[in-house]
């Protein structure tokens, strides 16, 4: 588990809610984060480019290349920007 997530809740969220999510990452309910590789970075940067029209941010690409590699067929998004990638997302 890394810390990156829970400090990100923790400051957004509150103690709290960090520890709860810490406590489901560590018992397995919830599946664990995903690291992007230097492959999802280059198919980014590709994303990226050929999509020059949308104002996806590089992170939002990277993004889009971990659901293409680990074939997520749904995504947890707040923006459009993943529907307008083509993604099926919630809500």
């Known amino acids: 588990m890394r810390a990156f ?6 400051f957004r969220l509150g103690w709290s809610v960090s520890r709860q999510l810490g406590e489901q990452l560590r018992s397995g309910i919830l599946p664990p984060a ?12 590709e994303i990226s480019s050929t999509c020059s029209d949308k104002s996806f941010s590089f992170t939002d690409c ?29 809500p």
Request: aromatic content about 6%; hydrophobic content about 40%.
């Open 5 to 10: 997530p829970l400090t990100l809740v923790r």
């Open 34 to 45: 995903e690291r992007a590789s230097p492959r999802d970075e280059e198919a980014a940067g």
């Open 62 to 90: 990277t993004s889009f290349a971990l659901c293409g590699r680990l074939k997520l067929p749904l995504c947890l998004a707040i923006d459009n920007d993943f529907r307008s990638f083509g993604l099926h997302c919630v």
